[in-house]
């Protein structure tokens, strides 16, 4: 049972055929941290992704989780683990093209 009191992480990978998350949260069982799956979210690229380069899937992606996963995220403390730094560095870049900036507005909400 999630404790929505203590953070959590969300895990996203994205490759060419397909996109998945995975929420999970570290809790004290039996005295020793254990990190348990809360839920999963995954979906197979579209035709029209195909356009999008790795990193502009993986911040699509993670806009499409947190829309995803909202009523698990929305006031929690949580922290995004991936592979990928276009992530972070979306999140500071200057100048964003059009889909940059509008996943950049998202993922701030």
Not at 68 to 83: A, N
């Amino acid at each position: 049972m999630p404790d929505w009191k203590l953070p959590s992480k969300v895990y996203i990978y994205s490759c060419g055929e397909g996109l998945g998350a995975a929420l999970h949260q570290v809790q004290i069982v039996n005295y020793k941290p254990y990190e348990g799956p809360i839920c999963c979210v995954a979906r197979q690229t579209k035709p029209t992704d195909a356009r999008y380069g790795s990193s502009q899937m993986e911040c699509l992606f993670l806009v499409l989780v947190m829309e995803e996963l909202h009523y698990y995220l929305d006031g929690s403390v949580f922290g995004v683990i991936t592979d990928c730094n276009a992530i972070k560095s979306l999140l500071n870049m200057k100048t964003p093209n059009r889909h940059m900036l509008r996943w950049q507005i998202a993922i701030q909400e």
